[in-house]
């Protein structure tokens, strides 16, 4: 049983930086594809980000990509999501996920779940 924790969400205004960080216990983390989603008011769950067991591949939604940075640390049981240029549409809640298969977009497809992050953007 994997446990995931996020941590690094708040409040930062249009234009600035966060990074999100979720740290991993209870399996071996290398074994695992992991992912960012999130989820705005309303709105169904999305993906974010992801990146490959050893993280040599990483993946992202149009909507993110060139702004954000998905990053591992399998030595350290972490991942990453350095998020530059915000906007007030990044306002949600960022979940970190991991299943034991090649990294994909689907939310239904991830075995375990953080508990989530808020991130709010204002303009």
């Known amino acids: 049983q994997v446990q995931l924790v996020e941590s690094g969400g708040g409040l930062v205004q249009a234009g600035g930086s966060l990074r999100l960080s979720c740290a991993a216990s209870?399996?071996?983390?290398?074994?695992?594809?992991m992912a960012w989603f999130r989820q705005a008011s309303g709105k169904e769950r999305e993906f974010v980000a992801g990146?490959?067991?050893?993280?040599?591949?990483?993946y992202y939604a149009d909507s993110v990509k060139g702004r954000f940075t998905i990053s591992r640390d399998n030595a350290k049981n972490m991942v990453y999501l350095q998020m530059n240029s915000l906007k007030s549409e990044d306002t949600a809640v960022y979940y970190c996920?991991?299943?034991?298969?090649?990294?994909?977009?689907?939310?239904?497809?991830?075995?375990?779940w953080g508990q989530g992050t808020q991130v709010t953007v204002s303009s």
């Open positions: 990146i490959n067991r050893s993280g040599g591949s990483t």
């Open positions: 996920a991991a299943r034991r298969q090649v990294v994909v977009t689907s939310q239904y497809q991830y075995d375990y």
């Open positions: 209870g399996g071996t983390f290398s074994n695992y594809g």
